[in-house]
Nanobody, 120 residues
Framework: QVQLVESGGGLVQAGGSLRLACAAS????????IGWYRQAPGKEREMVAR???????AYAEFVGGRFAISRDIAKNTVYLQMNNLEPTDAGVYYC??????????????WGQGTEVTVSS
């Protein structure tokens, strides 16, 4: 079981920056993948960035080098630094964790979401 609590969303002007945080209830070293999805109104939820238990990172193509995912292992927290934000980046950002055990089914967990608004 993993509880995820996001923070850091808000209103920012286009070109600005925000840093999102996701606090997990267990060590990120025990989580196969942890990262961020987003959902804009009327659109499907899409992956933004994720980090695996070994520290490997993956980003969606639309990130284009503007975002960076990182983690603080001691705090069980994952961050998403978002720079040069565009109006199309607006939406609800969800923290997501996947645990793939040695045996048994994959387990997926979601945070409650934090809203990002980008004004043009």
């Amino acid at each position: 079981q993993v509880q995820l609590v996001e923070s850091g969303g808000g209103l920012v002007q286009a070109g600005g920056s925000l840093r999102l945080a996701c606090a997990a209830s267990r060590s990120t070293l025990e989580i196969t993948f942890i990262g961020w999805y987003r959902q804009a109104p009327g659109k499907e939820r899409e992956m933004v960035a994720r980090i695996d238990s070994g520290g490997g990172r993956a980003y969606a193509e639309f990130v284009g080098g503007r975002f960076a995912i990182s983690r603080d292992i001691a705090k069980n927290t994952v961050y998403l630094q978002m720079n040069n934000l565009e109006p199309t980046d607006a939406g609800v950002y969800y923290c997501h964790a996947t645990i793939i055990p040695d045996w048994g089914p994959q387990l997926d967990y979601w945070g409650q979401g934090t809203e990002v608004t980008v004004s043009s």
